[in-house]
Each structure stands twice: as structure tokens, then as C-alpha cells.
T-cell receptor
Framework: AQSVTQLDSQVPVFEEAPVELRCNYSSSVSVYLFWYVQYPNQGLQLLLKYLSGSTLVKGINGFEAEFNKSQTSFHLRKPSVHISDTAEYFCAVRNDQTGANNLFFGTGTRLTVIP | DTEVTQTPKHLVMGMTNKKSLKCEQHMGHRAMYWYKQKAKKPPELMFVYSYEKLSINESVPSRFSPECPNSSLLNLHLHALQPEDSALYLC?????????????FGPGTRLTVT
């Protein structure tokens, strides 16, 4: 079984400051990891994904994440946030052993960028 | 075209009504999903269709009835819903049979049951 933990339910940060949103996962097998963003009253948009290869993954809107197998983490970072980054961020894991494309989502982190 | 469309955007229905939610994609994806999302919660998987066949039903009550008429279309038929079924219903699709697993989400249908 796999699960995803996002320890921070809310993260306030000032505009142009750096931010890190934490994600830890548990799985006994290889996983694929994703970060999705959800703007108010909208669906989910993929920010970035880790499938294999380089552990540093760059995504859209200046976000990046680092896969750390020993710490079972996949934290999301941005060096300088904008007001428009205010949204809900979900970390998700997909188990590549089952053959299914099911995603297991974390509980989400609400990022609020303060002017 | 990397878009998943959902109609309607908003739906208000009474507990005795019958309504349907519609989802469409033209990316050639053969896996399609229905999720339910309550406020301030992550999406919860309801159903998965693979090659137009229902492959996963996450113990969803029978008042929700999914249908996949063809590879591009996914419906969710609603009947005798309860107020606690009010939520954002998200549709998603992905390629089937490969290991990428990326799901593309639609904008959702905001459902209110009165």
C-alpha cells in the first residue's frame, strides 16, 4: 500500500520569498510522484512529475521538486513566489507495480502569497 | 488538444431528480476517471474505466451510475442524491498501458443537492 503525507495544511509566504511545500510518501515498491496545483474553483493542473532518472525535476511556473529516496520525500520548491501562486497544492503517488493508473493524493497544502 | 471538458460547470438538483454529468476528451486516452472532491479535501477516486470497461468502483453508492459510451466520453448519472453528495466532481483521463500515469483533469462540475 502507498500513502502520501503533506504535513503543512497551510503555508503563508510573502511575495518574492522562497517557499518549500513538503511531501513524504510511503511505499514498498517503486513509485511515480506528482505535484498538482488547484486554483480556486478549478480542476487540477500538473506542475511536475518524477518517473525516473534525475532526482531534480523542473516543472511549470518556476517550480521544482527533488526526489529523495532515502528520506521518501518529494518536496516542492520555488525560489521566488508571486501572488498568482496562491492555490492549493497536492502531492500524489502512483504505484507502478499494479499496472493501474490510480493516484493517491495527499491532503493538500494551501499556499497563500502575501503582498 | 490536451483538454478534458466537463459539462455542466454548475448543477443544482433536488433529492428526487435525475441528472447526468458529462466528460469528454480527444487525446486518445483509454483510461478515464471520476473523482469527488469536498471542500478543502483532496480528490477521492470513485470510478476508473479502462478501454471503456469499468475496472474500479471504490464502493460508491448505487445512486451514482457511471457510463462510458465510447473512448472519448464518460458520463456520471445521478439519481436520488443526498445533500452530503454536494461536491466538486472531477473527471480525468490518462494513457492506458504505459507507465507514465499522468492524469489530465477537467475543470469539474460543482454539484449542489438541495
Amino acid at each position: 500500500a502507498q500513502s502520501v503525507t503533506q504535513l503543512d495544511s497551510q503555508v503563508p509566504v510573502f511575495e518574492e520569498a522562497p517557499v518549500e511545500l513538503r511531501c513524504n510518501y510511503s511505499s514498498s515498491v517503486s513509485v511515480y510522484l506528482f505535484w498538482y496545483v488547484q486554483y480556486p474553483n478549478q480542476g487540477l493542473q500538473l506542475l511536475l512529475k518524477y518517473l525516473s532518472g534525475s532526482t531534480l525535476v523542473k516543472g511549470i511556473n518556476g517550480f521544482e521538486a527533488e526526489f529523495n529516496k532515502s528520506q521518501t520525500s518529494f518536496h516542492l520548491r520555488k525560489p521566488s513566489v508571486h501572488i498568482s501562486d496562491t492555490a492549493e497544492y497536492f502531492c500524489a503517488v502512483r504505484n507502478d507495480q499494479t499496472g493501474a493508473n490510480n493516484l493517491f493524493f495527499g491532503t493538500g497544502t494551501r499556499l497563500t502569497v502575501i503582498p | 488538444d490536451t483538454e478534458v471538458t466537463q459539462t455542466p460547470k454548475h448543477l443544482v438538483m433536488g433529492m428526487t431528480n435525475k441528472k447526468s454529468l458529462k466528460c469528454e476528451q480527444h487525446m486518445g486516452h483509454r483510461a478515464m476517471y471520476w473523482y469527488k472532491q469536498k471542500a478543502k479535501k483532496p480528490p477521492e477516486l470513485m470510478f476508473v474505466y479502462s478501454y471503456e470497461k469499468l475496472s474500479i468502483n471504490e464502493s460508491v453508492p448505487s445512486r451514482f451510475s457511471p457510463e462510458c459510451p465510447n473512448s472519448s466520453l464518460l458520463n456520471l448519472h445521478l439519481h436520488a442524491l443526498q445533500p452530503e453528495d454536494s461536491a466538486l466532481y472531477l473527471c480525468a483521463s490518462s494513457q492506458q498501458g504505459d507507465s507514465l500515469g499522468e492524469q489530465y483533469f477537467g475543470p469539474g462540475t460543482r454539484l449542489t443537492v438541495t
